[in-house]
């Protein structure tokens, strides 16, 4: 989309672009935030040994959590990165920013965890 206030940008709808795009963001955002990175790397192991025994389990379900919870953490990292940008001293107001941020992040990685265990409580009656 086109910047309306600076004309930077590109007009018109490029879906190969801004998959590129995207793509280039989540590799940034991998390649240095750790947080981000190490939950990449346990999504996808903990995604394929779902989708393996998704008879005992329901895979969408997990997939949802999964999918929320790295979208939430990206919008953290994009908080965090903006704050650090726009002020790079300390600032309490930014504090309570990032705290905010912090808290969506972790009520989402909650959700993905208690969706996790429930799913390994029905994979564990299942194989008894
Ligand atoms: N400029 C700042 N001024 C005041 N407090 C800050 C500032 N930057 C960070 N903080 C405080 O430090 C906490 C951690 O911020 P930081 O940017 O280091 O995130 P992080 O611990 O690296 O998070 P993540 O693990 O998600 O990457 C914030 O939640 C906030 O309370």
């Known amino acids: 989309m086109q ?4 004309g930077t940008g590109h007009q018109g709808f490029h879906p190969l672009r801004k998959m590129r795009i995207a793509l280039s963001g989540a590799r940034y955002a991998v390649l240095h935030d750790f947080a981000v990175a190490y939950k990449v790397v346990l999504s996808a192991v903990i995604l394929f040994w779902c989708f393996w025994y998704r008879q005992w389990l329901d895979f969408s379900i997990v997939f949802l959590a999964t999918g ?3 979208v ?14 726009l002020e790079p001293q300390e600032n309490a107001k930014i504090g309570v920013i990032k705290d905010i941020a912090a808290a969506a992040a972790g009520i989402s ?3 993905w965890g208690v ?7 029905h994979v564990w009656q299942a194989m008894r």
């Not at 910047?3 to 600076?6: A, P, S």
């Not at 939430?72 to 903006?82: D, K, S, V």
């Not at 969706?115 to 409580?121: I, N």
């Open 109 to 111: 990685i909650l959700v």
């Open 115 to 121: 969706t996790l265990s429930l799913e390994a409580v």
């Open 68 to 70: 929320m919870m790295m």
């Open 3 to 6: 910047n309306k206030f600076l």
């Open 72 to 85: 939430a953490e990206l919008f953290n990292t994009t908080i965090e990165a903006l704050c650090d940008f």
